[in-house]
Structure formats: structure tokens, C-alpha cells
């Protein structure tokens, strides 16, 4: 059974390198030049799109420049110009029963982005040939996608010599796009709308959409900061984010969301503060993302701000964690502690206290102080029986996990509680995060040991189903070129694993915390499937893949050595590490707390990349 376990991943210009696959690979590691465009006005920029990865020829040395171009083809040019995202395995358009094979994906996320629609009922009509007035049309489409802030001008008629031949659903496209420099008359100062645009033709129009595109960015207003949530009720969701450091000429921002990767993006609202409650909250939905732009004079919209990304799991899975640490006796200490896991809509109002049980101590043997996050501690009981002492932190209402949510609904909350031991020795402890209900519920606990002695630990032994990793060192990368990292994991599955499910998890280890998440790029694996999140923690940024494999069906491979290809790209220099590790899920979609760990530490086998 396939459990999706949902995750953040979205970004609406996320750069892809999947569309780089679908250039023949002579053209695409040299200069070649086609034998047939030299006598074409389109030559340099027909050479210049395909070493871009947008054009491609019919065959390897031919490009037909005076070849009519096709609608799958020109969707195609959009989607690659664009950098639209696409799912490459997805070779059926189920909203058109003729579109089929390689074309599909480039015809679903333009479909999506609101760039093409059909010609009927179900159908695109891939093969039909495109007017000019039609291409005006898609080329403003594009522009629009890629900057909402570009609208129509429904007002304006174009001054061609041939204008009373233009459609009149035509006439506004052709006179707002040809105003934005997309598409140009003929030298006589006809149109043609009617005319078959070719191939040439197709390649010009895709430069001035490049040209268009770098003029708007020119003209950006900064993005804004610390874009972050709270006050969830199931039917509305408060956002809010700090102003960027340059405000000089920005008038607003805008909420916008999708409800997937692939979908088209919906405006929420505006506003000119820094704060935004959508009270519109569809209850049902279950997966979604969320970003802000700034808005300036000129009506331009920054690059996206930070990403919110919204999925409830079935199930509540929290889990506590403190960091060991050797008390030195009478002197108070700050143990760290994090709160993390997901939460469930049915659990999204509950709120929680957090509870420590101390054996073989007394009220004299140790002293415990408030934290901030989660106020003042709170003595609960004393047994003398067991000798087991009882605190609680929470307050009177306890505390909203919600409060703190990092990522969809996953919550990520850091805080150190301060503890003073004033008799040597070690305690058995263990803490507990309850309901605080009427009728309380255990979510989770942890026990650790707290201790003025200092401990020695034993090596870790390797369980039967830990999986070993092997990560091949590539040599010194470039700066915005994808580096292929091949990645082998091996080891033996246990046969009460084989019902469960596996999923690959990428850390990416930077001593930048300005680092930013849109610097990494890493493409989709076929066998785990698409980049669904990517997660920065303090130490890394975690990288998931939203396909649950059954680990019955990896079974063999990872027996003989499980091998597959990590394509990196970082977009900022320095020195990294990587490691990669695969999480067992069971059949519920829950992690399981014996996940295949790549050793037995936390980080696994890591590598360095040097990135120039």
C-alpha cells in the first residue's frame, strides 16, 4: 500500500534541470551549430536557445527554420523559457484525451499555469499549427505567469495596416504583447494574424520572452523576510514577515498559494502591513503552499518570500528529545530540548504540558527553573514509596504546539529547561508530553538519564537491518553546474520489515546559517520520486522525496547494493557535506523509531563537497 507522507516542498519558480534531458547530448556539450539556419535571420538566437537547453532541432543536425511550428512545440518552448516545473513521469494529460508520451508534461504545467488551454472538448490538437495572433496570445500568457503585476491592456486596438483582420478576442494580445516587445509586425506594417508562425519565427519570439523577463527582474522590488504562520483554526491561517532591509518604493505584498506543485497559483489578498489573515480556509484542504511577494509603485512583485507549507498528516507524531549532558553538583545547567513531529487536523486546537519524572530523588536531590517557551515549573507530586519525583512546565492552559510550527504542520520547537542535581549521582528520567485535557493522552516520551558522574558509553552495535551507505567524492564542483554524485546503500532487511515502507532522505550539511534553501537544487530520482521539501535545521538542510517505496520490493537491490545517481546543484561557493539515508515508515505512514539509519550515528556517512 503506498502512503504518501506530505511534505513541504513547493516554489513557483523553482529552477528544474529536467527539461536539460530532453537536448540531444551532441548539441548539448558543444558548439555544434545546425548546417540549415545560416541563411536564417534567427541564426543567433537558434544557437544561443538550444545551448540554453529551450530549443531543440528535428534532428541533429538539422533545425528546419522555415518548418511550421506545431502547439505541442511551442507549449514546450514556453515551459522550458519559463523553467516551469514538470513531472516527467507523468506521460498522460488526463484533461486531453490526444496528448500523450514526452510532450505531456510540458503540456500539463503549462495547462496548469493557466498558459494553454484546448480546442474542444478534451482536446489540444498537439500537431495543429500555430497562428501568429495565437502565439501573441500565449506569449503574453507567459509574461503574465511570470510576473502577475503585467496585466492586459483590454483597451488598446493594434495599429497594424491588416488590424480588421485580427480576431477581436485576438486584438488585445496581440496589441499588449507586441507593446512588451514579444512579438513584431512585418515590415510592411502588416500582422498577419492568420499566418503560420515557424520555426524561426518561434525562436524570436522566445528570445523577447527572455529579454522581457530580465527587463522585469531588473525592476524587482526586494522580496520580504522571515515569512512565517500562526493562528491556525481550520478555517483561517494568520500569516506574517518582516519588511526587507530596501522598503524604498514598495506600496504592498501578496499572499499567494497552490495547492501543489503542478497546480496554478492562487491570489489570496493584499495588504500594506506586515501581517495577513485568509479567513477563507477551505477545511477539507490537506495540502497547500504558501509564499508572500512585495509589491511596488510599478505594480512589480518581488521573487517569493520564504514558502509556507501546509499538510496535515492522519495521525498526531510528536516526538521529545533531551540532549545528554554531565551536571556539575550545585550549579544550575540549561539542558537543551526540542519538541518536533506533525500534527494532526483533528489535534490542531489541542494544547500539551510537558511532564518529567525523576526516580530514586527528592525535592533536596534537584531543583528545576522555567523556560521561556514554556513558563515556570511546576511540582506536581513527591512518592516516597518509589522515590520518583513529578514536575510539569505548560502553565495553567497549557502550551498550543501550533505556536510553533516550522514547516506544513510540522512542529519544530528548541528551548532549554534549567536543572540543578545537588547530590551526586544518576537518575532515571523520563519526559512525557500530555494532553492537557480532561482526559490527558501520552503523545510521546523519552527517557535519558541525568547525571553528575560522567558516563561512558558503549560503541554502537549494527543492528541486522541497518543499512551500510557509500558515497562516491566527486571532484571540486562549479557554482551553478549539476554534479552527479553516485550513492550506493547496502544491507540486510529483516523479515518483519519487509510490510514496510522506505523513504530517502537527503542532509545537507553547511556552515552558512544564511544559506539559503533556493541556493541547493537536487533533482528528482525516479526510484523515490520528486523533491517534496526541503527543511533548514541549525546544523543542515534536510531534503525529502515524496515516493514511499515497499521495502519488500527493494529488498533484492539493497541486499546486492541499492545504487542510483544524486544530481546536485549549488548555487553558492564553499565547503559542504552530504549524507544520505533511508527512513522506514510502517504501512500507517508512521516513522518508524527503528529507521534504516545509513550507521549508527545520526549523520551517517558524510562527504565533502567543494564547491568553487
Known amino acids: 500500500m503506498g502512503i504518501k507522507k506530505v511534505k513541504q516542498i513547493f516554489c513557483s519558480l523553482l529552477i528544474v534541470a529536467s527539461f536539460v534531458a530532453t537536448i540531444e547530448a551532441s548539441l548539448a556539450s558543444s558548439n555544434l551549430s545546425f548546417i540549415d539556419i545560416d541563411q536564417s535571420y534567427a541564426k543567433e538566437a537558434i544557437n544561443e536557445l538550444v545551448q540554453q537547453g529551450i530549443l531543440q532541432g528535428v534532428d541533429e543536425t538539422s533545425f528546419n527554420p522555415k518548418g511550421y511550428i506545431t502547439r505541442a512545440d511551442f507549449t514546450t518552448i514556453l515551459v522550458r523559457t519559463l523553467q516551469l516545473p514538470i513531472d516527467s513521469s507523468n506521460t498522460v494529460a488526463t484533461e486531453f484525451n490526444d496528448i500523450q508520451g514526452s510532450v505531456a508534461p510540458y503540456i500539463i504545467s503549462a495547462y496548469n499555469a493557466g498558459i494553454v488551454t484546448g480546442v474542444g472538448t478534451e482536446r489540444f490538437n498537439p500537431d495543429g499549427y500555430l497562428t501568429r495572433e495565437q502565439a501573441a496570445k500565449l506569449l503574453f500568457l507567459a509574461l503574465n505567469h511570470f510576473n502577475p503585476a503585467i496585466t492586459l491592456d483590454e483597451n488598446v486596438d493594434p495599429s497594424f495596416t491588416d488590424s480588421d483582420k485580427i480576431s477581436d478576442w485576438a486584438k488585445p494580445y496581440v496589441a499588449t504583447a ?85 497546480e496554478a497559483v492562487t491570489k489570496l489578498g493584499s495588504t500594506v502591513g506586515t501581517s495577513f489573515t485568509y479567513t477563507e480556509l477551505d477545511p477539507n484542504l490537506s495540502k497547500a503552499t504558501f509564499y508572500i511577494r512585495s509589491r511596488n509603485s510599478q505594480g512589480y512583485l518581488s521573487d517569493e518570500a520564504g514558502m509556507f507549507y501546509f499538510s496535515f498528516p492522519a495521525s498526531t507524531t510528536l516526538n521529545v528529545f533531551p540532549y545528554y549532558t554531565t551536571f556539575t553538583l550545585n550549579q544550575e545547567q540549561l539542558l ?113 538519564s541525568l547525571s553528575s558522574i560522567p558516563m561512558i558509553f558503549e560503541p554502537v552495535v549494527k543492528k541486522e537491518f541497518d543499512m551500510v551507505t557509500s558515497i562516491t567524492q566527486p571532484p571540486a564542483m562549479q557554482v551553478n553546474q549539476p554534479t552527479i554524485i553516485p550513492i550506493t546503500i547496502q544491507g540486510k532487511v529483516r523479515e518483519e520489515d519487509l510490510t514496510n515502507l522506505a523513504s530517502l532522505r537527503i542532509h545537507f550539511y553547511r556552515n552558512n546559517q544564511n544559506f539559503s534553501l533556493n541556493n541547493l537544487l537536487i533533482e528528482d530520482i525516479d526510484k523515490f520520486g520528486h523533491v517534496d521539501y526541503k527543511i533548514n535545521t541549525k546544523d543542515y538542510i534536510s531534503v525529502s522525496f515524496d515516493k514511499l517505496v515497499q521495502i519488500k520490493d527493494l529488498q533484492h537491490e539493497l541486499a546486492n547494493g541499492l545504487t542510483f545517481n544524486l544530481v546536485v546543484t549549488v548555487q553558492e561557493p564553499g565547503e559542504y557535506g552530504l549524507s544520505a539515508h533511508l527512513l522506514q515508515f510502517g504501512e500507517n505512514g508512521q516513522l518508524k523509531d527503528n529507521s534504516m539509519k545509513s550507521d549508527g550515528s545520526d549523520k551517517g556517512v558524510v562527504i565533502q563537497l567543494v564547491v568553487q
Open 178 to 262: 507586441t507593446k512588451l516587445g514579444l512579438i513584431s509586425g512585418k515590415p510592411n506594417g502588416s500582422f498577419d494574424p492568420k499566418g503560420i508562425a515557424k520555426r524561426e519565427m518561434a525562436a524570436i519570439m522566445a528570445k523577447n520572452l527572455l529579454n522581457a523577463m530580465n527587463k522585469h527582474n531588473a525592476s524587482l522590488p526586494a522580496a520580504p523576510k522571515n515569512f512565517a504562520t500562526s493562528n491556525y483554526t481550520g478555517t483561517s491561517i494568520t500569516f506574517t514577515w518582516d519588511k526587507p532591509d530596501n522598503a524604498t518604493n514598495i506600496v504592498g505584498y501578496d499572499l499567494f498559494m497552490s495547492k501543489s506543485r503542478y
Open 336 to 448: 537543551d530540548f526540542s519538541i518536533s513531529g506533525e500534527i494532526a487536523l483533528k489535534d490542531v486546537q489541542k494544547r500539551v504540558k510537558l511532564y518529567v519524572k525523576i526516580k530514586n530523588a527528592t525535592k533536596n536531590d534537584i531543583t528545576v527553573g522555567s523556560s521561556s517557551e514554556l513558563g515556570d515549573a511546576e511540582f506536581i507530586s513527591e512518592d516516597s514509596e518509589t522515590s520518583t519525583l513529578v514536575f510539569a512546565w505548560g502553565g495553567e492552559q497549557g502550551i498550543k504546539l501550533t505556536d510553533y510550527l516550522k514547516f506544513m504542520t510540522s512542529v519544530d520547537m528548541s528551548f532549554k529547561l534549567p536543572i540543578t542535581l545537588h547530590k551526586k549521582g544518576i537518575y532515571s528520567t523520563e519526559f512525557e508530553l500530555q494532553t492537557f485535557d480532561s482526559n490527558p493522552v501520552t503523545l510521546t516520551s523519552e527517557q535519558i
